[in-house]
């Protein structure tokens, strides 16, 4: 079976002139078709436009009974290195204390993110930076690896250019997205990663996790045979990172085994290396509804820790106090 596959992607690759980067744009991605929202211009500004009614009704009425205080949402396009025009939500707290850059995961673009992202912001007192890929939500360009990694990179220098300092910024990675938020911790210094359902590396999604002909411990496995062409390389990356970890993944993950969180905190650098946060019976899609309480305690313990440390290390402080904790919002967290 080892050999099958990696003669699969063998011909994968001749069909695409030899190009991973093309092999991985057209497996690695999905984009919702159609988008669940645009953006336009209104009053010299953006603002955001869902697709569907229901959500657009939601919108509106958020929007007129906004209260004093509350969490402002900014949208905003960014230039790519590769020429990708980006979209943006920047969630922003009054009196934040962390920023949170969230790469979300497959299937889904930050317009589906929207309302769970104002809550987590609200209840967790930080403000949340999320990004489309490129050819995802209203973001320009095409999907692929080379791109996701200048998309982030864009909104990296977003937060930098608007006074957001490393000692209070988080990254926070969703299954795919954990490959280019690995990709910048290994770059940028921040004050703490978050990795949910996060894999390996590309080709190891594709390969049973324990024992059988095409297990990792077989010789013809594709990530043998394509060892040097492996796209997000999240086993190497994370050995790079110099702040604090925290994987989170569902015992009955069958779209991203449990095995990936365990081989990348086995090799998280000792000193930067936390539980993990594991939830029994979930799955890819519902790590958040499956113990709401458990999730947020793990990610505010964290957050905490990580914020303490970055003000510790005096490399600037947060941008404001704590928030008092609001309800526990929804997670749309499907399809990554």
């Given at each position: 079976?080892?050999?099958?596959?990696?003669?699969?992607?063998?011909?994968?690759?001749?069909?695409?002139?030899?190009?991973?980067?093309?092999?991985?744009?057209q497996?690695?991605?999905?984009?919702?078709?159609?988008?669940?929202?645009?953006?336009?211009?209104?009053?010299?500004?953006?603002?955001?436009?869902?697709?569907?009614?229901?959500m657009?009704?939601?919108?509106?009425?958020?929007?007129?009974?906004?209260?004093?205080?509350?969490?402002?949402?900014?949208?905003?396009?960014?230039?790519?290195?590769?020429g990708?025009?980006?979209?943006?939500?920047?969630?922003?707290?009054?009196?934040?204390?962390?920023?949170?850059l969230?790469?979300?995961?497959?299937?889904?673009?930050?317009?589906?993110?929207?309302f769970?992202?104002?809550?987590?912001?609200?209840?967790?007192?930080?403000?949340?930076?999320?990004?489309?890929?490129?050819?995802?939500?209203?973001?320009?360009g095409?999907?692929?690896?080379?791109?996701c990694?200048?998309?982030?990179?864009?909104?990296h220098?977003?937060?930098r250019?608007?006074?957001?300092d490393?000692?209070?910024?988080?990254?926070?990675?969703?299954?795919?997205?954990?490959?280019?938020?690995?990709?910048?911790?290994?770059?940028?210094?921040?004050?703490?990663?978050?990795?949910?359902?996060?894999?390996?590396?590309?080709?190891?999604?594709?390969?049973?996790?324990?024992?059988?002909?095409?297990?990792?411990?077989?010789?013809?496995?594709?990530?043998?045979?394509?060892?040097?062409?492996d796209?997000f390389?999240?086993?190497?990356r994370?050995?790079?990172?110099?702040?604090?970890?925290?994987?989170?993944?569902?015992?009955?993950?069958?779209?991203?085994?449990?095995?990936?969180?365990?081989?990348?905190?086995?090799r998280?650098?000792?000193?930067?290396?936390?539980?993990?946060?594991?939830?029994?019976?979930?799955?890819?899609?519902?790590?958040?509804?499956?113990?709401?309480?458990?999730y947020?305690?793990?990610?505010?313990?964290?957050?905490?820790?990580a914020?303490?440390?970055?003000?510790?290390?005096?490399?600037?402080?947060?941008?404001?106090?704590?928030?008092?904790?609001a309800?526990?919002?929804?997670?749309?967290?499907?399809?990554?």
């Open positions: 079976m080892g050999c099958v596959m990696s003669t699969a992607i063998g011909c994968l690759l001749c069909n695409n002139r030899c190009s991973i980067d093309r092999v991985v744009s497996f690695a991605f999905f984009p919702p078709s159609p988008a669940s929202y645009t953006m336009e211009a209104h009053e010299g500004k953006l603002r955001i436009r869902f697709c569907d009614p229901e657009a009704a939601a919108h509106e009425n958020l929007q007129r009974n906004a209260a004093g205080g509350a969490v402002r949402v900014d949208c905003a396009r960014v230039e790519t290195s590769r990708s025009s980006v979209a943006l939500l920047h969630f922003v707290h009054p009196a934040a204390r962390a920023t949170l969230w790469s979300h995961g497959n299937a889904m673009d930050i317009g589906e993110m929207y769970f992202l104002l809550g987590l912001a609200a209840q967790m007192g930080v403000s949340v930076l999320a990004y489309d890929y490129s050819g995802y939500g209203a973001s320009s095409a999907p692929s690896e080379a791109n990694y200048a998309d982030i990179q864009a909104a220098d977003y937060l250019s608007r006074g957001v490393s000692s209070s910024l988080l990254l926070y990675g969703q299954s795919v997205g954990s490959a280019p938020s690995l990709w910048l911790a290994a770059r940028c210094a921040v004050a703490g990663v978050v990795l949910h359902t996060p894999l390996m590396s590309g080709l190891r999604v594709l390969i049973p996790p324990h024992g059988g002909c095409c297990s990792l411990s077989g010789c013809c496995n594709p990530v043998c045979v394509y060892s040097l062409c796209p390389p999240n086993l190497a994370i050995k790079k990172v110099r702040s604090p970890v925290l994987l989170l993944h569902g015992t009955h993950d069958s779209t991203v085994d449990k095995s990936h969180t365990d081989g990348l905190y086995a998280v650098p000792q000193q930067h290396r936390r539980p993990p946060y594991i939830v029994p019976g979930a799955n890819h899609d519902n790590l958040v509804e499956a113990n709401p309480d458990g947020f305690d793990a990610l505010e313990a964290f957050l905490s820790e914020v303490a440390q970055g003000r510790g290390a005096g490399r600037g402080a947060p941008s404001g106090a704590e928030a008092p904790l309800p526990v919002p929804t997670s749309p967290m499907a399809r990554s």
